[in-house]
């Protein structure tokens, strides 16, 4: 057995590992990292994981040796279809993000800001008086949904539904069931179907509708193919819902034991947004995002064999000290915070990264000026892979 053979049959890390705690998953990373920036593991078929920032960054930026068509995320589930533009390596992934990014501009965000802030004021300020609350049940689970209405045009009931189903959705992949991923994943092409159906139909700006841009964008003069621009909708209506709930969980856990910080935030509001950076860096849900090599490739002098799939670890590589000193703290105002790769980089960046840091710094914003304290009132529970983060965080609020 050769040195390369005998690497790929190491279990370096277990992803699905009961027991995950909040600091847990990260005690373990901090760990690889210093021994194996690229990590080895035999679950779901066998795969590598990228977990230092420099691993993490070469792979999602040399789109020459690595690909987004092939398995983009691990567990891969073959009958979830091609969803544009994440599942296109460029030219074409921009006949999508060309229309995408141009609803996520400056002034667009800001005329959206009222409605976003109204929503978290309906959601949040009857949490204040509960005697306690479940703040990602009760908030973090809802408030997407209620903003993704607004974003999308469509009615709160539809844009529930979809919160539901794709929550469903992602915990039936943590746990490979994939009769209900298969059957969840039909439903949700249902919606986006019926989304685009009431477009064809008339009655929606293109200058103003996400799926009505489009239906009438063009490539290579010729209109988007029908099953991309359902797929691309597919994959919109989703992706958006599952990482903001977990995220806004672990703000509130670091907040809830960081009464300091907390202190800090309500007497200068003007240091949320950088707060935010710092706890996306700290705190990026993600971590089965995945590239697939293109041919052979050697990554930190390990092999990476032709069509071998690589888990992108960002909950790991933003608080890799080789970059951000000190990577397991907090700090606010960090130099190099414009340096964390939370919303990725390059071709396949997240383009609702605006739409994401408005909704976090809104609700933390509405959050801190109602209330003179929240605490913990219980252990938070965990999401499993593919995500990192809360699902459940009991707080006590104490309103200002």
Not at 130 to 149: G, L, M, R
Not at 275 to 289: K, Q, W
């Amino acid at each position: 057995m050769t040195a390369d053979d005998a690497r790929r049959t190491a279990n370096d890390f277990d992803p699905v590992r009961p027991g995950e705690t909040f600091t847990s998953a990260h005690e373990e990373y901090a760990d690889l990292r210093s021994r194996c920036p690229i990590a080895r593991s035999q679950e779901y078929g066998g795969f590598w994981a990228a977990l230092g920032y420099d691993e993490v960054l070469t792979v999602i930026t040399d789109i020459d040796h690595f690909t987004t068509s092939k398995q983009n995320a691990i567990p891969k589930f073959a009958f979830t279809g091609v969803r544009p533009p994440l599942h296109l390596d460029p030219p074409e992934h921009m006949a999508y993000r060309r229309v995408i990014n141009a609803f996520f501009t400056p002034p667009r965000m800001r005329r959206l800001e009222s409605s976003v802030r109204a929503v978290a004021v309906e959601l949040l300020d009857p949490l204040i008086d509960a005697p306690w609350v479940d703040v990602c049940k009760e908030y973090a689970h809802k408030f997407p949904a209620h903003v993704f209405a607004h974003f999308f045009n469509l009615s709160v009931d539809v844009s529930e539904e979809i919160k539901k189903v794709s929550g469903t959705y992602v915990d039936a992949i943590q746990v490979l069931d994939h009769e209900v991923v298969k059957k969840l994943s039909r439903r949700l092409y249902e919606i986006a179907q019926d989304i685009i159906d009431e477009r064809r139909s008339g009655g929606y700006d293109p200058a103003e509708d996400l799926t009505a841009a489009l239906l009438a964008a063009e490539y290579q003069g010729a209109p988007l193919p029908a099953d991309m621009v359902l797929g691309c909708v597919r994959q919109l209506i989703v992706t958006g819902m599952v990482a903001p709930s977990v995220f806004t969980g672990n703000m509130f856990v670091h907040l809830s034991r960081d009464p300091e910080l907390q202190d800090r935030l309500r007497a200068d509001p003007a240091a949320i947004p950088a707060a935010i950076e710092e706890f996306l860096r700290l705190y990026s849900p993600y971590r089965g995002m995945a590239r697939t090599a293109r041919e052979d490739v050697v990554l930190s002098g390990q092999l990476i064999r032709k069509d071998d799939p690589i888990a992108l670890v960002y909950t790991s590589a933003n608080r890799d000290e080789r970059v951000f000193p000190d990577g397991e703290s907090f700090v606010l105002d960090r130099p190099n915070i414009d340096k964390h790769i939370s919303f990725g980089r390059g071709t396949h960046s997240c383009p609702g990264a605006p739409l994401a840091r408005m909704m976090m710094r809104i609700t933390l914003e509405e959050a801190l000026s109602r209330s003179s304290s929240f605490r913990l009132a219980g252990d938070p529970e965990m999401a499993i892979w593919a995500e990192w983060g809360t699902r459940s965080v009991p707080l006590d609020f104490v309103r200002a």
